[in-house]
C-alpha cells in the first residue's frame, strides 16, 4: 500500500482547477527525470530542468506548485522522488488497457509501435470494420468486429480507445466507444468530433500543426 504523498495529498484536497497547458507539460517533466535517473543524476534543480524543457525556472515551480511542495528551497528536487510523485499525479503508476479502433495503414503503424508498453499502456484489442481483416492477426492481435466492442472493453477493463478511421466515419466510431463506457480517446483522425462534457478527447493532427508553424516562418 502506498504511504500518503504530496499526489495523495492533492487529490484529498480543494484546489484550484489544474491548466491544461500545465497537465500537457507534465509528461514532458516524465521524460526529462527518467533521462536524468538513467544517467545517475540524483538531485536537480528548477534552472537545469528549465533548460532541458526550454521553459523558465519559475515556470517550472508554478506547474509544480498545483501539486504540492516538492523538494527544499536552495536544495533542489530529488529526481527519484519527484518522478514517482508526477507519474502518481499522471496515474502512471497504474496500468492501462487500450484499444485501437481502425486498423487501416496508420492504425498497423500505431500497434507496431514498441513505446506504448514500457509506460504502462497496453494495446489489447483491435477493432475495424473491414471483412477482409476482421479475423486476421496483425502485429500479434486479432482484428475484432465494432460489434465485439461492447463485450471487449467489459471482459479486459479497457479504459482508453485511440481511433484512427477516415473522417467519415469518426463520429459514429466515437459515440459506439462513449456508449462502451469509455471516456478517455485518442483521435488521429482530422476532424473535431462532438462528445459529451465528462469525457477528454484528444486530437492529433499533424496538418494543423505544420499550419501553426508556417506562421513562425512568415512572421
Not at 525556472?57 to 506547474?63: G, H, L, S, T, W
Amino acid at each position: 500500500m502506498r504511504n500518503l504523498s504530496n499526489q495523495d495529498a492533492y487529490r484529498t484536497m480543494d484546489r484550484l482547477p489544474v491548466p491544461e497547458v500545465v497537465i500537457n507539460r507534465l509528461p514532458q517533466y516524465v521524460r526529462v527525470l527518467k533521462s536524468l535517473l538513467y544517467e545517475e543524476v540524483q538531485v536537480v534543480n528548477s534552472q537545469l530542468l528549465g533548460r532541458k524543457l526550454q521553459v523558465t525556472p519559475a515556470q517550472i515551480r508554478k506547474d509544480l506548485s498545483y501539486f504540492g511542495r516538492f523538494g527544499k528551497q536552495g536544495r533542489g528536487y530529488s529526481v527519484k522522488n519527484l518522478l514517482e510523485e508526477l507519474k502518481q499525479i499522471l496515474g502512471l503508476d497504474y496500468e492501462w488497457n487500450v484499444v485501437l479502433v481502425g486498423v487501416g495503414k496508420l492504425g498497423a503503424a500505431i500497434l507496431s509501435y514498441p513505446g506504448f508498453n514500457p509506460d504502462g499502456f497496453h494495446l489489447i484489442a483491435a477493432i475495424d470494420n473491414n471483412p477482409d481483416l476482421i479475423g486476421r492477426e496483425v502485429n500479434g492481435l486479432i482484428v475484432h468486429s465494432i460489434n465485439d466492442l461492447p463485450d471487449l472493453v467489459a471482459k479486459h477493463n479497457i479504459s482508453i480507445a485511440i481511433v484512427a478511421v477516415p473522417i467519415s466515419q469518426t463520429q459514429r466510431v466515437i459515440d459506439r466507444i462513449i456508449d462502451c463506457g469509455i471516456e478517455s480517446i485518442l483521435n488521429y483522425a482530422p476532424t473535431a468530433p462532438q462528445v459529451p462534457a465528462h469525457v477528454k478527447i484528444t486530437s492529433i493532427d499533424p496538418v494543423i500543426s505544420l499550419q501553426s508553424m508556417t506562421y513562425y516562418l512568415v512572421n
